[in-house]
C-alpha cells in the first residue's frame, strides 16, 4: 500500500536540467530595460513571478544577455505581462542580436515609457510593473535571480477585479495568456473557483 503512487514513475537525470522532460506552466512577461546606448532593451522572460505577498517582483536571467548588465548598471526595470494576442510580440523580442550587438527588433515593438524607471513598456498589455532593483542572486547554475520592489503598478481596465463583475467573466472576457514550457503555450479563458478549505487564511 505504502508504494502505491511511486508506480510508472520515471527517474530523471538530475545531473542534467530536467525542465524539458515534461510540461509546466509559466507566465510570459516582457522585461524592459535601456541599453547603455541609450536605446531600448525588451526581453521576453517566463521564469517570473512575485517574490512575496507585498509589492516585489523577480524573473531568472542569465548574466549574458543585456536585460542583466542593464539592470546592474542602472538598478531598475520594467515588466510588462502580455496577453494571448502578443506571444508572437514576446517571442519577437528573443530576436538574437546582430554581430555588432544590436537588437533592431525592439524598435519595432509598440512601446510607451514608463514613469518611474527609465525603460519602455509594451503597449496593450494588461498588467505593467516598475521596479527598483533589490537583490540579484548569482551561481545558479548558468542564470540569477534578480529581485526588484515595484515603485509603480498600472493594470488595464479590462484586466481589474471588481466587485461589479465576476472572476470568471472577467478572466472570460481578458483571458490570460500561459507559457506551457518548452516551446506551447495556451489561452485561459474558461476558469473555475478554486476550493479552499473551511476556514483557510493566507
Ligand atoms: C518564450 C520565451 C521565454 C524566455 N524566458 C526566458 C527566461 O525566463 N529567462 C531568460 O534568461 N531568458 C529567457 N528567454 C530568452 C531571452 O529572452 C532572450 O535570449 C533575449 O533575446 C535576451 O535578450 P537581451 O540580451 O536583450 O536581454 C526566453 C525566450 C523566449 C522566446
Known amino acids: 500500500m505504502g508504494d502505491k503512487g511511486s508506480e510508472n514513475l520515471i527517474e530523471l537525470d538530475t545531473g542534467e536540467s530536467i525542465w524539458e522532460s515534461f510540461f509546466t506552466v509559466f507566465p510570459l512577461v516582457v522585461i524592459g530595460t ?49 496577453r494571448p494576442s502578443q506571444t508572437v510580440l514576446a517571442s519577437l523580442a528573443a530576436t538574437p542580436r546582430c554581430d555588432d550587438g544590436s537588437k533592431p527588433v525592439t524598435q519595432a515593438l509598440p512601446t510607451f515609457a514608463a514613469e518611474k524607471v527609465n525603460a519602455s513598456l509594451v503597449q496593450d498589455g494588461y498588467l505593467f510593473l516598475e521596479c527598483e532593483l533589490q537583490q540579484i542572486v ?36 481578458s483571458p490570460l495568456l500561459a507559457y506551457l514550457y518548452p516551446g506551447r503555450f495556451t489561452e485561459i479563458a474558461n476558469t473555475n473557483k478554486l476550493p479552499f478549505p473551511a476556514g483557510f487564511k493566507r
Open 34 to 82: 535601456r541599453e547603455a546606448d541609450g536605446s531600448d532593451d525588451l526581453a521576453p522572460k517566463h521564469l517570473a513571478m512575485p517574490m512575496s505577498w507585498k509589492n516585489h517582483f523577480g524573473f531568472v536571467c542569465t548574466p549574458r544577455h543585456n536585460t542583466y548588465q542593464n539592470i546592474q548598471r542602472d538598478g531598475e526595470f520594467s515588466v510588462t505581462y502580455m
Open 138 to 173: 548569482d551561481d545558479l547554475g548558468d542564470n540569477s535571480l534578480i529581485m526588484g520592489r515595484i515603485i509603480a503598478a498600472r493594470v488595464a481596465e479590462d484586466a481589474l477585479r471588481s466587485s461589479e463583475l465576476d472572476d470568471e467573466d472577467l478572466i472570460y472576457a
